[in-house]
């Protein structure tokens, strides 16, 4: 497909050759921690930024509008080593792989698995792995090898530098995922790129939650990068047989050197009834260490026990030497969607700041055991804060505001973790959160933590099961929903808590940027993220900066700044990270709703985000590739 190449790539091109300056990893490195010592673009030439290049993947043409209102673009490219050809990979949402040349967009090659599209799974696709196997010989084909995890579940390995399968590895390049599980695809499918490190490729996998009491086990694979022989596997809810899920659909992270990998697992099932899976369902709603040689278990942490409101692990594990006093702890910063962040020693669990135990209220539903407490750190503060009161309502006039408030005075509201029952309960922050799967970025040194939250209140209730209830996955925008949890007497039926203007009834910011210390436990400072000029009946013709619902993350860098997309207004935006001010935006053709990158070649520094929407924003869909940079 074609790459648009504009003023100054002449230039580039015939720019003295220098190494690429990597980001061989979805995260930046393998503990995820988004962040790039870059400095070329700086606070003080932001504002100059332009568009280098935009390369267009094909799919929109190739797929058709229907096909593409089911995917979410959500893919951030990986820089290969020069010895690798220091191509510029990434996926497309039908898990298509393309290789480009970094400096003009131009494409190299790319791989097409042809994936089974059956079930219900919204396409998508978070990234590929590198890898460089010292089994192979120098020179010769898959020594530099790609990992890729598809919708259809199958884990391929190709060469990185011509796309082609690894004959070597499982049957022809390939190892079917489903095949221990007995579940065919569309019942299970992959988005997160898999970990590979010290010979090990791990994988998760995601689930639908919702539909069934008894959905398919969220069980971690490991497999020999080499060869694809299958190596161990982790089911996080053994022992638990009238239960399922509890999978690994968010970013993993790898500590090569101390040889653990860390799973963020997810809700059991189904996620708002939980009579049948009794006690706190471990290892659901956990960060997991595990041994990456065998699988066996070395720690966990629960952050949800005996989950009733979807509160997966949303975001990767970001790995960082924690500092206080002069001393280095070896740590883990795991945020959650109830606005949490768990500072953990990595190699221990042991939390770093003080947890206190949150009071539960009782469920109202007969036989339903909430957990007592949950678990709450005295510091940092929590991102979001779930209290909300009927005075508190929000509106833009007296009249939609009084709509808010009869709203609030109805609702079964104790305060966060009130289970949901038959009365309209309030879902604070909901299921989106909260954090999602853009996780942070973490500045160097410094132990801060950007990070983005959503901010919007919902409701729930659960009714009883309807035959004819529709099965859908939570939308971002917040319209009405039921979904079946089949094998129970409940069906749930959610809904943002918004005025008859169709504006949410909790006080703006609904999407918000937060600079956090993790060293300190304070927050340092917050902003608005997101303009909600598009989101009305009618657009306004300029930006009213009250934050928008957000799925996405960001990177940062040594020059000063933080780069995301992830909101529903088209924008692509640069904040300062010392004090949260805006230097920078530009107008997308579509939402950005992934994760950008940046990275150095031949002198120049790139800035790379993928614009193609999200099927639950229903705000468009695209298949483009952005590239900036300063001029030449």
Not at 18 to 31: E, H, K, M, R
Not at 88 to 101: E, G, M, Q, S, W
Not at 460 to 473: Q, V, Y
Not at 556 to 576: E, K, N, S
Request: some cysteine; hydrophobic content about 40%; glycine content about 12%.
């Amino acid at each position: 497909m074609a790459a648009t190449r504009l003023p100054g790539l002449l230039l580039a091109l015939c720019a003295s050759s220098v190494a690429a300056s990597d980001w061989p990893v979805y995260g930046g490195d393998a503990g995820g921690r988004h962040y790039s010592a870059l400095d070329q673009i700086n606070r003080d030439n932001v504002a100059q930024l332009e568009v280098a290049w935009v390369f267009r993947s094909g799919d929109s043409a190739s797929f058709g509008d229907e096909a593409m209102a089911q995917t979410s673009t959500q893919s951030t490219p990986i820089l290969l080593p020069e010895a690798a050809g220091a191509s510029l990979v990434y996926c497309t949402p039908f898990n298509r792989v393309i290789a480009l040349d970094p400096g003009s967009g131009e494409q190299r090659w790319d791989f097409d698995p042809q994936i089974n599209r059956g079930g219900d799974r919204p396409f998508r696709c978070r990234g590929v792995s590198y890898a460089e196997d010292p089994a192979v010989t120098a020179g010769a084909h898959c020594r530099h090898r790609l990992f890729l995890a598809t919708h259809d579940r199958q884990l391929w390995a190709l060469d990185a530098g011509d796309g082609k399968p690894c004959a070597g590895f499982g049957d022809k390049g390939r190892v079917a995922l489903y095949g221990s599980s007995g579940q065919p695809p569309g019942e299970v499918s992959n988005a997160s790129a898999p970990v590979v490190a010290n010979g090990v490729v791990v994988t998760g996998s995601t689930v639908i939650d919702f539909t069934r009491a008894t959905t398919p086990r969220g069980v971690v694979q490991a497999f020999a990068s080499h060869s694809g022989a299958p190596l161990w596997q982790f089911d996080p809810l053994a022992g638990h047989p009238d239960s399922g899920s509890a999978n690994v659909w968010a970013p993993m992270s790898v500590d090569a050197a101390h040889g653990l990998v860390y799973l963020p697992t997810s809700a059991p099932s189904p996620d708002y009834y939980g009579v049948a899976r009794p006690g706190d369902n471990l290892y659901a709603n956990s960060v997991v260490a595990l041994d990456l040689a065998s699988g066996a278990r070395r720690w966990h942490f629960q952050h949800v026990r005996h989950d009733l409101w979807d509160y997966d692990t949303p975001a990767q594990p970001i790995l960082f030497d924690w500092q206080r006093d002069g001393v280095r702890v070896p740590a883990l910063a795991q945020l959650t969607k109830q606005g949490f962040v768990f500072v953990l020693n990595r190699l221990t669990g042991e939390s770093l700041w003080e947890i206190t135990g949150q009071p539960v209220p009782p469920s109202q539903i007969p036989g339903e055991v909430t957990a007592l407490t949950q678990p709450k750190p005295i510091a940092p503060p929590p991102l979001v804060d779930g209290f909300l009161m009927p005075n508190d309502a929000w509106g833009l006039t007296p009249v939609d505001r009084a709509h808010c408030r009869r709203q609030l005075e109805a609702l079964h509201n104790l305060g966060l973790f009130t289970p949901i029952s038959e009365t309209l309960t309030l879902m604070y922050p909901g299921s989106l959160g909260g954090a999602n799967w853009g996780g942070g970025a973490l500045l160097a040194d410094r132990g801060v933590l950007l990070v983005n939250v959503n901010n919007v209140a919902f409701t729930g209730r659960l009714l009883p099961a309807a035959e004819n209830a529709a099965e859908r996955e939570l939308p971002a925008a917040g319209k009405r929903f039921r979904v079946t949890m089949a094998g129970t007497p409940w069906a749930v039926e959610m809904e943002s808590l918004q005025s008859f203007l169709g504006l949410p009834c909790n006080p703006p910011p609904w999407g918000k940027l937060l600079a956090v210390d993790l060293y300190g436990g304070r927050i340092l400072w917050e902003t608005a993220l997101g303009s909600v000029h598009e989101m009305g009946p009618v657009k306004a013709p300029f930006h009213i900066e009250w934050g928008t619902p957000n799925l996405g993350g960001g990177v940062a860098t040594a020059g000063g700044l933080f780069f995301i997309g992830a909101t529903m207004d088209r924008q692509f935006r640069a904040f300062d990270t010392d004090s949260g001010a805006t230097l920078w935006r530009h107008t997308l053709p579509v939402d950005a709703t992934a994760t950008p990158m940046t990275y150095s070649y031949r002198g120049r520094q790139y800035l790379v985000i993928n614009a193609g929407g999200h099927h639950m924003f229903n705000r468009g869909s695209g298949d483009y590739l952005y590239a900036f940079g300063l001029p030449q």
